[in-house]
């Protein structure tokens, strides 16, 4: 089975995200990127399929961006993925998720996957409509916030069990597919140093415009149906008022409070 | 001077795997095995898994031979996440397993290192005694030859993982004319006869590292185990403790990291005067020596680090990463303990415990006296 990975690399949670003086972006120096979470579930699924179903199954993560993917994609290899591919081009920049699942659609057909994983959605944007695009683009079925995945007798299918409101679904889904992947599915491994290691010697194709057969206007700003008008952080949560006094008059003095300040009652 | 600061590709991703296990797998434990004085021996496993436990050891033997630059990248930030854990990870590495791969018999090598690798054995350093702790080379266990043994006799003291150790590097005096060129380094199986652990000590820090005794009562050990020739010992001693001090530096770095970012986390919460302390200069100053110093403190650990995988002389500089970071280290948990108040001498905050664990990094793998004598010697000499 040929299993592709879609992983991004998103900001690290620890890091402090600052916007722009103009507000349109995020301000990138000092930043550090990693592995988007749910990636590491698509990731590491992949590779317990690749130790279930045996040798003649390969594991191969692709992704859209700028240079500093390279090391996401580094850390799948150090993982255990098999082989890497870089969509890089200056005419991908600025993309929206179509505009971007158009390219990495591109790619996918050009590897032949049989099956697609990614994570249900990147914790940076939150878009999750990337991975429900490429399915669309390559007319594959898909499924969304997998939790549970079993693959059926022959290969050719898959059934898997999905997060719902209140409880779970369970779909049989017909190979090639995309499925996205939702914390739960299983505990990712770290990227050992012997895998480190090895994963120096494995190479990371890169592919531009020309190689996938794409024309500028279909991807990147040009290709885009939406953009990014601005940014505005969340309002900062005003201090903790400790009210004093006995119950009573505390009661008195919240409720005041939440009618005449709150203004919720 | 070697190589940059920079980190390599393959650097970053290795410092990212320790930051990650750290953050995942220790810092949840730590608080609760300082409290009981566990020893973290699952997580040991774990990390021998990733390949912390063999991080010198060549891969002819079963290690990932990165070198010390790396070791001490994983020993930041297992330190940060626990420093009992740190020591025991930064003892075997640099204390055992680096003496063996540079002064053992290719038989010894592969006796043992392969079993150090996957951490099936633990490895454990014992130099000091009750009587002879800065001054070493007065070190008075004896080893007399009896045919294809040597049988051990006396007492080490303060020996870290102690209880839980396999394989000891073991500095013993096998000529009693002579001083420092009178000793002599063996490699010591928990198992031998005529040894065993003596007295358990109860310490103010490194509450889940064990710190032992070691007695030596007629134990025969195989004459093959010695490490160089006879003689050597305190040779092999001292040029080990280059090595190892840099990871005491990387443990005190981790310590100061975690203390400042308790602190900031700390500050960015706490409010006073109806403001955050955060947005009290007073504060914010402390914040700002404390990351300094540690970005200073880790450059100088940097270098020794890599001037000790390129095979340059790093004595000097060793002794200058462990000196001020461990130092600085100090000053961090202190700092860290004041920014939190009163709720920083409880132990339901972590900066107590940096604070505790902080002080050894200036007394052991020699104190700060030492390291001002062997910098000062090296300035003065000529
Ligand atoms: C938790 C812990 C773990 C340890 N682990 C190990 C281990 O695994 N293996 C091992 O071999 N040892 C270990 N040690 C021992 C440690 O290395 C020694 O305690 C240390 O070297 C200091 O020796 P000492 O305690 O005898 O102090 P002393 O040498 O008695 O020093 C007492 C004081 O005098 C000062 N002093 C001594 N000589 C001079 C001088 N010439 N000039 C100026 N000042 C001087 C010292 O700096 C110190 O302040 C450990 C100790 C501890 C506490």
Same mark, same amino acid.
């Given at each position: 089975m040929k299993i592709g990975v879609m992983v991004k690399n998103v900001p690290d949670t620890e890091s402090k995200i600052k916007l722009s003086a103009d507000r349109k972006s995020i301000e990138m120096q000092g930043v550090k990127f990693v592995m988007n979470t749910y990636d590491e579930f698509a990731v590491e699924e992949a590779l317990q399929l690749k130790e279930k179903l045996g040798a003649d199954t390969t594991v191969t993560v692709f992704s859209l961006g700028p240079e500093r993917l390279v090391e996401t994609l580094r850390t799948a290899l150090a993982m255990g993925a098999d082989a890497a591919v870089h969509l890089t081009d200056p005419a991908f920049e600025g993309g929206d998720s179509i505009a971007n699942a158009k390219v990495l659609a591109k790619a996918a057909e050009a590897e032949g996957f049989d099956l697609i994983l990614g994570g249900k959605q990147g914790i940076d944007f939150d878009s999750a409509q990337t991975l429900s695009a490429v399915a669309e683009f390559l007319g594959m079925g898909q499924a969304q916030v997998v939790t549970d995945i079993e693959v059926g007798g022959d290969n050719t299918s898959l059934k898997v069990r999905r997060r719902i409101e209140g409880g779970d679904e369970i779909v049989d889904v017909t190979l090639p597919a995309i499925i996205s992947c939702e914390k739960g599915l299983n505990e990712p491994r770290y990227a050992s140093l012997p895998g480190i290691m090895k994963a120096k010697k494995k190479e990371i194709k890169k592919l531009g415009l020309s190689e996938l057969g794409? =024309? &500028? !206007?279909?991807?990147g700003a040009a290709g885009s149906g939406t953009q990014v008008v601005g940014y505005s952080p969340l309002k900062e949560r005003p201090p903790v008022k400790m009210l004093e006094g006995g119950p009573a008059e505390q009661a008195k003095e919240l409720v005041r409070l939440l009618r005449e300040e709150a203004k919720v009652l | 001077m070697p190589a940059s600061f920079e980190l390599t590709e393959e650097e970053r991703l290795i410092q990212q795997t320790a930051h990650d296990f750290a953050n995942d797998r220790i810092v949840p434990i730590a608080a609760e095995n300082d409290r009981r004085g566990t020893f973290p021996k699952e997580i040991l496993k774990e990390m021998a898994d990733l390949g912390f436990m063999s991080m010198l050891i060549p891969e002819d033997y079963g290690g990932v031979g990165l070198g010390n630059f790396s070791l001490v990248l994983v020993l930041e930030e297992i330190n940060r996440g626990c420093a009992s854990t740190g020591v025991t990870m930064s003892v075997h590495n640099s204390l055992a397993s680096s003496p063996i791969i540079r002064y053992g018999s290719d038989e010894i090598k592969k006796k043992f290192l392969p079993k150090m690798a996957t951490g099936e054995l633990l490895g454990a350093y014992a130099l000091s005694e009750a009587g002879s702790g800065s001054d070493a080379a007065s070190l008075q266990c004896r080893a007399t030859k009896d045919g294809d043994f040597y049988v051990l006799n006396g007492t080490k003291s303060w020996i870290t993982t102690g209880a839980e150790a396999d394989v000891f590097v073991v500095m013993v005096r096998t000529n009693p004319k002579e001083r420092s060129k009178g000793i002599s380094s063996f490699v010591v199986e928990s198992d031998t006869p005529g040894f065993s652990i003596g007295k358990k000590e109860n310490k103010? %820090?490194?509450?889940a590292s064990s710190t032992v005794q070691l007695v030596f009562e007629d134990a025969r050990v195989p004459a093959r185990q010695i490490l160089g020739k006879e003689g050597e010992g305190f040779k092999i001693a001292m040029e080990t403790l280059d090595g190892g001090r840099i990871g005491i530096a990387a443990q005190a770095v981790g310590i100061a990291k975690a203390s400042l970012d308790a602190s900031v986390g700390y500050a960015n919460e706490r409010e006073q005067f109806g403001k955050k302390?955060? =947005?009290?200069q007073a504060i914010q100053w402390k914040l700002a020596d404390m990351a300094t110093s540690i970005d200073a403190a880790r450059l100088l650990m940097y270098r020794a680090a890599r001037l000790r995988d390129a095979g340059k002389p790093h004595t000097q500089e060793a002794a200058m990463a462990k000196l001020f970071a461990s130092e600085m280290s100090n000053r961090a948990a202190r700092e860290a303990v004041q920014i939190h108040g %009163? &709720? %920083?001498?409880?132990? !339901?905050?972590p900066v107590e415990r940096y604070y505790r664990d902080a002080r050894i990094t200036e007394i052991y793998e020699g104190t700060s006296e030492i390291h001002r004598i062997v910098i000062s010697r090296n300035l003065t000499k000529n």
């Open positions: 794409l =024309s &500028a !206007d279909e991807v | 103010l %820090g490194l509450r302390i955060g =947005s009290f %009163g &709720a %920083g001498y409880l132990k !339901d905050f």
